[in-house]
């Protein structure tokens, strides 16, 4: 078993109070295990990681999973205050990134799945539908030192079922939208002074989403793309005293922003921004307007209508809840919003995402949004053990300047291996004979594995 430092056992620790001390010990193991194993990440390659492989009473620790009871958003509230008393400093703004993915899986006894638009094979002209589960994920963006671009550390994840699977359980069916309505309300309530931005792709542009956020106590930035077909209307003017009857809820409907965007007339400011690591400049059309579609009441949003001059991307149009920011935040926000894509493509490649082979509900309720989860754990140990400094792995043929995930992943499992962790029996000196180069390329490698 690992023997991991003082400051790593007590980060742990916070989350003891989730749980019972049986499960918050046997929640360890799987902790230690699952950082641990390459391939699969199964409750038996945790145990195989951790040398119990001839554990008898090896069902103890799928009970975590599958029946111990602890709440996961009592984890996710800890999980999202550690993340912030680490990572983000005080009193300093969040920005929370929210999006869904697919996470294929078959099988009978799976309830769960249903058929879902794979964004990896679907292309604009041709939408390709794959069997497995949905989870909506919302993650915090915070700075890490050891690479310029920002991190998404996911701290709440959520089974998002489809329309036919839900009826199908005799669950009430919940769209996107009010997912990320119940998520939001969450983190209000566990961070009621901070201020909160909001940031998600065109699936969670809507009014309703909008009204949620304006409408909190203290509220909520929301930032997501906007349809060139949107119905965006002046504010109504002043009532005259002789008009009898309800004040109008809007004026004159503006032009289509697919409209300003063939307009020759329409006058383009220019913009100097970072985006993706590269500077860039955009030309912009902004406005405060209206948003209303039939049967809902309109939200005041300011949108931003963006092109670039060079056409190295398709003009786009964006809105934020919030009519007072500025041109410049929304459009970096909304660049920011991929880091979350890459948080997905890590979780795959190095922490087995889609490599889980529970199929009882509740075990599948919980064993995702535990993955999701320790790719924040990870990081946060990273933070701890390394606060400045990251060690990346080098080569004479390659020279990395920031550390990615599997740098992070790597310095953790070498902390959990380390040498002084274990007692060597003198009365065993082939221990010593292991070349130190020999010994230190299969640590990397065992540290590198996936």
Request: net charge positive; proline share 7%; with cysteine.
């Amino acid at each position: 078993m690992p023997n991991p430092s003082p400051e790593i056992i007590q980060l742990l620790s916070v989350f003891a109070v989730a749980v019972t001390a049986p499960t918050y010990a046997k929640a360890l193991v799987l902790i230690y295990g699952t950082i641990l194993a390459p391939g699969r990440r199964t409750v038996t390659a945790a145990l195989r990681a951790v040398g119990l492989k001839d554990e008898k009473h090896f069902t103890n620790y799928h009970r975590v999973l599958n029946r111990d009871r602890w709440s996961p958003w009592v984890v996710s509230k800890i999980l999202l205050a550690l993340i912030i008393l680490i990572f983000v400093p005080e009193g300093a703004p969040l920005v929370l990134l929210i999006d869904e993915t697919l996470e294929r899986r078959r099988g009978k006894k799976i309830k769960y799945k249903g058929w879902f638009r794979d964004p990896v094979l679907s292309t604009r002209q041709h939408v390709v539908k794959t069997l497995g589960l949905r989870w909506v994920c919302l993650a915090i963006l915070v700075p890490v030192p050891w690479s310029q671009r920002m991190w998404a550390l996911p701290f709440m994840t959520i089974p998002a079922l489809g329309e036919t699977t839900s009826a199908k359980l005799g669950k009430p069916n919940r769209t996107l939208v009010q997912w990320a309505e119940l998520m939001i309300d969450k983190v209000r309530r566990w961070q009621p002074d901070r201020e909160i931005t909001l940031v998600g792709d065109g699936s969670y542009a809507a009014i309703v989403l909008v009204q949620r956020c304006q409408r909190l106590q203290k509220p909520v930035k929301l930032v997501s793309r906007l349809r060139l077909d949107a119905r965006l209307f002046d504010f109504p003017g002043p009532q005259p005293k002789s008009k009898r009857g309800p004040k109008p809820q809007k004026g004159d409907r503006q032009t289509k922003l697919s409209e300003l965007l063939e307009d020759p007339k329409t006058i383009w400011q220019a913009l100097k921004v970072i985006l993706y690591g590269k500077e860039h400049v955009v030309e912009f059309v902004t406005g405060v307007s209206l948003w209303h579609t039939p049967g809902q009441d309109p939200v005041p949003i300011r949108w931003v209508l963006v092109r670039c001059p060079d056409d190295s991307f398709e003009p786009a149009s964006f809105f934020c809840s919030d009519t007072c920011s500025t041109i410049r935040q929304i459009i970096i926000w909304l660049s920011l919003r991929w880091n979350i894509e890459v948080t997905f493509e890590e979780l795959r490649a190095h922490l087995g995402f889609e490599t889980q082979r529970q199929w009882s509900d509740r075990a599948i309720e919980r064993t995702t949004p535990c993955l999701f989860g320790l790719f924040s754990l990870v990081t946060l140990m990273a933070k701890i053990l390394y606060p400045d400094t990251l060690p990346v792995r080098q080569a004479s043929w390659y020279f990395k300047q920031e550390a990615s995930f599997s740098d992070v992943l790597a310095a953790v499992r070498s902390h959990l291996w380390n040498g002084s962790n274990y007692k060597m029996s003198i009365e065993n000196p082939d221990l010593f004979l292991i070349p130190q180069a020999t010994l230190l390329s299969l640590l990397e490698a065992a540290c590198y594995s996936t």
